[in-house]
């Protein structure tokens, strides 16, 4: 059974930075792509990063493009967010997915993602 656990969510002032981790397992993830959406209240889930299994090929919403870093450790299955300069716009829960699809359009629309973890809250403040 595949799990997908993030960690590192909490409350953070505007300006500042939080690093996310998701852990992923229950399966072999070689050629997967590892990626984050987020879900402010109100509001319908967006994309925000994605990276390929060899990390050549990231793609980013344009909201966090300059301030967030995606990555992954392939070895411990885990992806990471580096967000930095933080907004209050940025409040949401975010959540990792992973999926064997490569199309940036796919995952900008959040099209098929086959796994998703339970979200971790990022609450940053004014």
């Known amino acids: 059974q595949v799990q997908l656990v993030e960690s590192g969510g909490g409350l953070v002032q505007a300006g500042g930075s939080l690093r996310l981790s998701c852990a992923a397992s229950?399966?072999?993830?070689?050629?997967?792509?590892m990626g984050w959406f987020r879900q402010a209240p109100g509001k319908e889930r967006e994309f925000v990063a994605a990276?390929?299994?060899?990390?050549?090929?990231?793609f980013y919403a344009d909201s966090v493009k300059g301030r967030f870093t995606i990555s992954r450790d392939n070895g411990k299955n885990t992806v990471y967010l580096q967000m930095n300069s933080l907004k209050p716009e940025d409040t949401a829960v975010y959540y990792c997915?992973?999926?064997?699809?490569?199309?940036?359009?796919?995952?900008?629309?959040?099209?098929?993602?086959?796994?998703w973890g339970k979200g971790t809250l990022v609450n940053v403040s004014s």
């Open positions: 990276i390929s299994w060899s990390g050549l090929t990231i």
């Open positions: 997915a992973v999926d064997q699809s490569f199309s940036e359009s796919n995952w900008r629309r959040a099209n098929g993602i086959e796994y």
């Open positions: 229950g399966r072999a993830f070689s050629a997967y792509v």
